[in-house]
């Protein structure tokens, strides 16, 4: 393998260049020519397959950077390092990483690059790690609002959401789908809109609180764009079927009406799921009448058929 | 050029330098009694959603004033879960506590506890969703009798009796209307998943409209400054192809070549 030994040389030839040595009067290390060839120990190591070594290189060429004030450059190595390390497994440098290389970005005056690093690192961490992945995502739209670029901001608006609702997050997601609304309406995307205002009222129905789904629903009205779409229509149609209190009823318009299958894959998935929670409880609290089968609840949801 | 991160950097670094002179963060220390830091902590923290609220109300785009509510609404449902039964847990202990205190501790819990439930968080009386278009069609096509044409058989009742004829017509007329019915059924759903397919195209065209005109400014940008760099280049070549070049050129070659032979006849 003769690119690991050429990439140890250079590997070693970079980290003599940069340890202060008083022999060639050199107190503060040499970092403009040490980086470039890190970089190139780094991409070598990578190919090798060794890549404990890449990501060290990587790091160092990262600090080399920085200390050239050259943030741009040591943001996009870090992000090398940050996938050096996501293929090792080691998840607290990959977080480590790709926070500090958005973070970078940001400095640089580059909200959107940063957005992308920090979407990149949450998609990274989103099984092992999906608190540290959340937090990221959230950060990635922030800088996306921050910029305005509502345009990209829909691909990460919809990884996060779709995070949130495997980690069963009802609270998080629905605020993260509302937020999605809102940079729809900036960016005048009105489909995806009035898909996000559906697919937060499915969210709370599925976590079993339907004042909230109604309120949420309600707020979501006030928006044209929303109020005389078919997703509304078919929303209001939802509560009426939880309001009979009849599981097969809410089944039977959830199957029916095709917009439920349009919606975001994740959030189509819980409506295929519904009713959840106890019904009868929901339904009065729509202001039904909690069903005419009025089947008891018990507290784990079944119901009491005694 | 102002960029909100370097804005909030620096205004984080001055807050650091000044602050030892912040007074509210210092008055908040002086009662030694932990319920009392709490309760003005919550007071605290409900002020702000009330401030929140105020702002949200003056807030005129309606899709970031339902993303704001549910906010508020998550922070009130925060605060009434967590930190109300907190404070009450609170108020039973401490030390040289007689039952009038709890109870005036209680009290005052309560009465935090209602100015959260009284933020208004944007719930207001119900709405229904309505179609976009203006009113329906104008109603036309009364039905009038006109009494001349009556003549005499619709008086008689067998005229109103059925007949094999009438029935077999009126089976076979509901049948197609059946027939007509399902195709028509097969006919939405298609008509349903064209439009879905219609509005994803519309949105991502848009997308790509706005990525296109940025990729066209970048290419503005580097198109200009490839030019510059050619000018630049032009310039150099040309300088470097002056004749007092070319001699200087010619002449060293022949001291070379002159070289090169006086060697070759001396090895030789």
Known sequence: ?306 | MANVTDVLLRSQAIYKKYEKYDTNAATREKTDDPFMDELNMVADRVQDLQLRSDEIANEKNRALKAALNAELRKTKAMLLEQAIPLLEKMAKKGKGQTPEKIQARLGLVEELRQSIEAVADGVTSARKPQRAFTGSPARGGELTINPAEVDGRSGSTDYYKHTDDTRAFQQEWSEAKARQDQQLEGIETGLGHLKEIGAAMNEELQRHDILITEVDEKMDKVTKELQTNNMRLTGLVTKMRSTRNFIVDIVLLCIILAIGLYLYTFLK
């Open chain 1, 1 to 306: 393998m003769d690119r690991s030994k050429e990439a140890d040389k250079l590997y070693k030839e970079a980290v003599k260049l940069t340890t202060p040595s008083l022999l060639r009067l050199r107190l503060a290390g040499e970092w403009e020519q040490a980086t470039p060839m890190f970089e190139r120990a780094g991409m070598l190591f990578k190919q090798a397959g060794d890549l404990a070594r890449a990501k060290e290189c990587y790091e160092r060429a990262a600090t080399g950077q920085e200390r050239q004030r050259s943030g741009w450059h040591a943001a996009k190595n870090l992000e090398k390092a940050a996938e050096a390390a996501r293929d090792m497994g080691a998840w607290q440098e990959v977080e480590d990483h790709y926070a500090r290389a958005a973070e970078l970005f940001a400095e640089e005056g580059r909200p959107t690059a940063a957005a992308e690093a920090a979407a990149r690192g949450a998609r990274a961490l989103e099984e092992r790690r999906p608190e540290s992945s959340q937090q990221l995502y959230r950060r990635a739209v922030e800088w996306l609002e921050e910029d305005g670029k509502d345009a990209l901001a829909g691909d990460v608006f919809r990884q996060a959401i779709a995070q949130l609702v495997r980690a069963e997050k009802w609270g998080d997601a629905v605020a993260m789908l509302l937020r999605f609304a809102a940079s729809c309406d900036a960016s005048g995307a009105r489909n995806s809109q009035c898909k996000a205002y559906l697919g937060a009222v499915v969210v709370w129905l599925y976590a079993g609180k339907a004042n909230d789904a109604w309120v949420t629903y309600q707020d979501s009205l006030g928006v044209d764009a929303f109020s005389s779409s078919d997703e509304a229509f078919a929303a209001d149609a939802l509560f009426d079927a939880y309001r009979s209190g009849e599981a097969a009823v809410i089944q039977e318009t959830v199957k029916r009406n095709a917009i439920f299958t349009n919606i975001d894959n994740q959030i189509a998935r819980l409506a295929r799921k519904l009713p959840q929670g106890e019904l009868a409880v929901m339904s009065r609290q729509l202001g039904g009448d909690g069903g005419s089968a009025a089947v008891g609840v018990t507290a784990e949801g079944e119901e009491d058929l005694t």
